[in-house]
């Protein structure tokens, strides 16, 4: 059974920048599509991006140019590098693992979450 668990959230000031990580195992990570979401409360959760075997990612248009996702498969740890942050981006992170990207909402494996809240 996969386990994922998200760390690094905080707060931080408009225009600051944080690092999330998110640590996995209990599955296959370097083959795995893995994913970082975003949700607010009273909000649908959204994709913020998405990097894929063996070497694709995407971004929402949100926040593309200021957050980078990378993966570090010898360790299995997935990160998400968030810079110029904006009040809205606010909300709880989360990351997701599949076999299939679009098997992440259905069969993927999921964290707890981390708060990020950045004041204007």
């Known amino acids: 059974q996969g386990q994922l668990a998200e760390s690094g959230g905080g707060s931080v000031e408009a225009g600051g920048s944080l690092r999330l990580s998110c640590a996995a195992s209990g599955f296959t990570f370097r083959t795995y599509c893995l994913a970082w979401f975003r949700q607010v409360p009273g909000k649908a959760r959204e994709d913020v991006a998405t990097s894929d075997y063996p070497d694709i990612t995407t971004y929402a248009d949100s926040v593309q140019g200021r957050f980078t996702i990378s993966r570090d498969n010898a360790r299995e740890i997935l990160y998400l590098q968030m810079d110029n942050l904006k009040p809205e981006d606010t909300a709880m992170y989360y990351c997701?693992?599949?076999?299939?990207?679009?098997?992440?909402?259905?069969?993927?494996?999921w964290g707890q979450g981390t708060q990020v809240t950045v004041s204007s």
């Open positions: 997701a693992a599949a076999i299939r990207c679009d098997w992440l909402h259905t069969h993927g494996y």
